[in-house]
């Protein structure tokens, strides 16, 4: 009986990975598909008319919607089913999931503030706190302070999104901070 639920268990888990990698190589080969577009997202014809046509559709939906910050998203679905595949603990998918769009929610406005493509997402809040708290886009040190707070946030809800261990943001988080540091001290 043990032996059994434990096979299941892994059966389980291993076609639960083999979708997710199954879902992200659907949704690279979609945005390869609109980059080698030129972004261009009238792709009937480059596309075909078979899976093609449809991974373009989507990737062209995500990118309109997160911008540059949608290529993450493959990434998110690789990595979590490559874990169900090996059987390396993963629990909590819709957590996680969830987790990591709000990291990219973040990043979509932090994309959007620099002028970047941060797709629908970035450019509706970017618009909401320019019309509504002016202050903080006009006074250098808040500003400073919103984008720093922001990263950090996005950094930790990705790296938790994403099941990675807490020293890559550690590291990662201190080389940002000192160079932003410098970069405000070469600004003054």
Known sequence: ??????????????????ILVLISIFISFGIIIIINNGFDLNIKETAGYG???????FGALLFIFFGHASYTIPIFFLIF??????????????LHFFSFILSIFF???????????????GDISFKFLEKNNTMLLHNKIYFSLMILLMFTISMFLGIYGL??????FYKTSYYVATCFLLFLESSN
């Open 1 to 18: 009986m043990n032996k059994s639920k434990n096979l299941r268990s892994y059966l389980v888990s291993f076609f639960t990975g083999v």
């Open 51 to 57: 899976i093609g046509r449809y991974s373009s559709g």
């Open 81 to 94: 089913g490559l874990k169900k595949i090996f059987v390396i603990r993963a629990n909590f998918f819709l």
């Open 107 to 121: 990043i979509d406005f932090i994309l959007s503030i620099f002028n970047f493509n941060g797709g629908l997402i």
């Open 163 to 168: 099941t990675l261990k807490y020293r890559f």
